[in-house]
Each structure stands twice: as structure tokens, then as C-alpha cells.
């Protein structure tokens, strides 16, 4: 039983491109169409043909589909919502793929205020973006949390959480809020500490850039990673879920200000006691099957 | 030409048991003896067979080689050097491979004043530890930074050098001092930022660390590896290079408190240039070879 026969994606990217992907793979009956607001991507995804159909309009995308997804960057969500809010069936569900929840959720409830609407959140990614980007093992292992709002039809939360089942993905459910707070911590703070990190070693007037580059292998290469994942997606998720990422960012800064003092005081067991502790929350990530296990990340030596 | 026909490791873990089989594999003349503190690493590389002999005292180890190289944390320098003063062939090379080097430089020059001392860093590594951990092609590609003391014997810079070319590294020389501040942007602050992290993610009670470990694919689980280095050395390395490290916290701190700012009140564009100028360091990264283009590190997915 497929929970759903006609999807839509908009929003071509690494993720909407990696959805389609994976629905060809495990749902090949699926009709798919497909959206992007840039007209060199719709061409680019005609030519990749990883959709049944490229409409040139949003709204021309939903009007018969019973799943919409929106996959775009979550501070354009409510734009994107309106412009299907005229073409849209009445009994589509509509979800997104946002990395972060309430924002998204009021944004599209205000642009669709009677859609059938359960956020999720695919906890999977790459540093890269675009169409070509995308792959269809994406979501393989990887968690997707739904976060629908009170009152939700469980009918329709059970057929978005079949449908990322089906593509691969375990899937939890959470409160919008709480799944704020959560990927403050394990994504939102992440990426803003690399980025600021990367942007901090770039602006060295006694080091040169050349030599950044060239010594990162002591670690600093590892941060540029997620440094380079999309600038507009990220700059819309520090927006968005502001509150609980100046919380963290809080939390973070105290604890980095008792390092430094540890390090000037030359107190080095709360150095030592640290991390020795950081050492196995690493073990039970690749436990729990969410890195390799492989030293150095896999990287071929 | 062999650079050294005889070469001592004291410190038998990843880096220098790395040494040991990339010595074997591209010099197998090379006559090799280990040391290490702990009688089980001895006991253990007796049966990896990786070296052609391993004493039971540093002293025992050095007397007939022609060079020596410490491979134990950098707070660990000084007393390893000492006890192999005595025995200490006149006419030998000691280097070293700590990860700071004005101050191991000093505390090796303390114990041994009348050696030829010709300090090394090969920036190449992995999150794991101890004898088993080695490989022998760790290095290859790597820069290897040699620093030789002001007016340092350049046959003996030479030969360290071709020892390092030989093991597969790219070699450059520096000034000590200047080492340690470029380590400490491209190695040591993102330890310790990494350290940071995993730790205030371990600390938080609104959020369980189960959900930490479940959801860290968003970003997390990449600071997880750095912070399962080894705690001894990472310690010793943020002590003895305190002035530098300490430095490029408060660099670190006033950029992160900007964007802090720009989160708070809502300044999309700074946040937006930032993360396009980091995108470029990525791409300088990979296009020099320093990490492989594959993304997410090549994970499998």
C-alpha cells in the first residue's frame, strides 16, 4: 500500500532532488512533479529526468497531488506556500522538509490556513546543493522526525511517516518546539561554530591563507566541510529558530570561557576530565550507527 | 642514499608506531628499536613486529642509532629526553613530532644540551590511539613541518627533511614560533572548539543525550571525531601552546559574539556573506588535495 500516489516537490535542491530520487527507487508508480523557482534548475531537472513532470508555475506542480513538499530554504517556505494556495486540493497533505519547525509550521498554517499540514524534517544532508547534488540512499538509516501540530489528523501523520519509512528513513515524531531545541544542538550550533571558525582562520593577519589551506589537515579541514553547505538555507535556519540558537550559542561560550581560563590557569585536569568524556560520546554514535566507524571519517590514505 | 641507517622511536602510539611501518615499508635496511613507557604498548608492538627491536629502557634504546625521535605528548618531552641523556651517541639527530614546538624545542635543548636537535611536526592523524592505530601511509601527501633551532647544522636539517620525504611527506621548514601560531589556527583552536561542543551537547538537560547521538548526522557527529583524540596529548598541547591558543580563542570569541549579534537582531546579510566566503576556503581545500571532494567525507551512504 503506497500512502501516496501523486507527489509533488518544490524546491529542487539537494534535498527535494534526493527525495524524487528515492521515490523512483522504492515508489516507482509514483507520479512526480516537480517545481523549482529558478527557471536553470526546472531545465536541469527536465534534462536529469528525475520527475515525471516539471510545471513552470507552482500552482500548475499541486493541482492533483495528494503529498506537496516544500524543500525550500525555510525562510521562503510561507512565499512558496502562497503561491499554491489557490490550486491546492482540498485533501492534500502538505509537508516540507525545514530544519527548523515552529517558524515553518506558522509560516505555512498562514498561507494555507485550511491544508492538512504535518512539518518533517529529514536529519540527513550533504555539503553540496543543486539538483545534481541529490542521491537516492540519502535518507538510508538516517532519522526523519515529524513534528505535527496539536490536533493533527493521525491518519495523515501515519501516511508522511510511511512515506519517509519508504524511503528509507526511521522516523520520529516530536513536538515542533522540542525538535527546535534538539537541532539546536546536534545541526544549528554545529554549523555556526564552523562557519564562524572557517571565518575566523581566513581573517589571520599573521598567518596567510595559503598556510590555512595548507595545514589543515591538523583539523581545521573537517570544519570547512560544513562550512560549505548552502549560505540562503542556513542564514534563514539562524533566523528562524533564533531563541533556542542564542540559547545554545549561551551555553556554548560559557563553556569555551572555562577552557580558556583552564588553559591560562595551566589547570589541565578539567582539561584532561573533558576530554576524556567528549571521547565517549563518540563511541556510541558509531554504536548507534551514525558515523562509520572508520578512523578519520573513511578518508582514503 | 638512506638519510639513517639506525633509528630509534620512543613512544610507541599512532604517530610514532605510524613511523615504525612507513620506516619498514620504504627503508627496509633501516636497522629500528622502540620504546615506550608502558610495558604493555611494549609487549604489544613485540608482537605487531613492526620494529626489529623493542627495550626495556629508553637509555638501552638509543645507543648505537643515528637518529631519535620522540613521539610522546609534548608534556611528556622533557623527562623522556632526560633519560636517554647518558646513553645518547654523540653524533645522533634527536627530533621529535609534537604538535607545539618552541616549547618542546626548549625542553629538549634543557635535557640534552649538547645534542643536535631538529624539531618535527607531520600535520597527519586520526582520532584514534596507540600502537594498533598506526598505518604506514599516514603521512603521505601530509606536510611534515621541520623547525630547526637558529643556527642548526643544515646536513642535519637536510637529513631530517629526506627522512620525511621519504616517509611519503611534503616537508617545509619554519620558524618555531611561527609554527605554533599557524597550528594553532588550523589544528589546535578546532580541537578545542570540537572539545567545546561535544561537551556542552553532553551537558544540556532539556535535551537527552540519546537525542544528541540520534540526531548528530545534522552536523554534530563531524565534531565527535576530533574530540575522541587523545586526551594526554591534546592537554599537553593546549598547555604548552598557551599564548598562541589563547590568541586565537579571543579572535574566535569576538567573531562568534558578531554573529551572535546578527542572529539577534536579524542581519541576514552578514550571516549570508559570511557562509559564501567560507564555501571558497572548501573548494581552496580540495582543489590542493588537503581533503577529498566526495561529499559528506565520502561517507557511505
Same mark, same amino acid.
Given at each position: 500500500?503506497?500512502?501516496?500516489?501523486?507527489?509533488? %516537490? %518544490?524546491?529542487?535542491?539537494?534535498?527535494?532532488?534526493?527525495?524524487?530520487?528515492?521515490?523512483?527507487a522504492t515508489m516507482p508508480t509514483v507520479r512526480l512533479t516537480g517545481y523549482d523557482a529558478s527557471p536553470e534548475v526546472r531545465e536541469r531537472v527536465r534534462e536529469? +529526468?528525475?520527475?515525471d513532470d516539471v510545471t513552470d508555475t507552482a500552482g500548475a506542480s499541486v493541482v492533483d497531488a495528494d503529498l506537496v513538499i516544500f524543500c525550500v530554504p525555510v525562510g521562503a517556505m510561507g512565499a512558496a506556500a502562497a503561491e499554491i494556495a489557490d490550486d491546492l486540493p482540498a485533501d492534500a497533505i502538505v509537508s516540507d522538509v525545514g530544519s527548523s519547525k515552529a517558524s515553518v509550521l506558522a509560516a505555512l498554517a498562514a498561507a494555507?490556513?485550511?491544508?492538512?499540514?504535518? &512539518?518533517?524534517?529529514?536529519?540527513?544532508?550533504?555539503e553540496n546543493s543543486g539538483p545534481d547534488a541529490g542521491f537516492a540512499t540519502l535518507f538510508k538509516d538516517r532519522w526523519c522526525i515529524?513534528? &505535527? &501540530?496539536?490536533g493533527a489528523d493521525p491518519a495523515a501523520v501515519q501516511k508522511v511517516e510511511a512515506f519517509w519509512q519508504r524511503l528509507g528513513a526511521n522516523v520520529d515524531t516530536m513536538d515542533p518546539k522540542h525538535h527546535d531545541l534538539v537541532l539546536a544542538v546536534t545541526s544549528h550550533l554545529p554549523?555556526?561554530?564552523?562557519?564562524?571558525?572557517?571565518?575566523?582562520a581566513s581573517d589571520m593577519e599573521g598567518v596567510t591563507q +595559503?598556510?590555512?589551506?595548507?595545514?589543515?589537515a591538523g583539523g581545521f579541514r573537517d570544519f570547512t566541510r560544513i562550512a560549505a553547505s548552502d549560505p540562503t538555507m542556513w542564514r534563514d535556519v539562524f533566523l528562524s529558530n533564533k531563541d533556542a540558537v542564542l540559547e545554545m550559542l549561551q551555553r556554548f561560550s560559557e563553556d569555551l570561557t572555562a577552557l580558556q581560563r583552564a588553559i591560562r590557569w595551566g589547570d589541565g585536569d578539567t582539561l584532561f576530565d573533558l576530554f576524556t568524556r567528549?571521547?565517549?560520546?563518540?563511541?556510541?554514535?558509531?554504536?548507534?550507527?551514525?558515523?562509520?566507524?572508520? &578512523?578519520?571519517?573513511?578518508?582514503?590514505?
Open positions: 500500500m503506497l500512502p501516496f500516489a501523486r507527489v509533488t %516537490i %518544490i524546491g529542487l535542491g539537494l534535498i527535494g532532488s534526493s527525495i524524487a530520487r528515492a521515490v523512483q536529469l +529526468g528525475f520527475t494555507l490556513p485550511d491544508a492538512t499540514i504535518i &512539518p518533517a524534517h529529514p536529519v540527513a544532508g550533504t515529524v513534528t &505535527p &501540530p496539536e554549523h555556526l561554530i564552523a562557519y564562524t571558525i572557517v571565518g575566523t +595559503g598556510e590555512v589551506i595548507k595545514y589543515s567528549t571521547r565517549a560520546v563518540r563511541r556510541s554514535i558509531i554504536e548507534q550507527g551514525q558515523d562509520d566507524a572508520a &578512523p578519520d571519517f573513511g578518508r582514503h590514505h
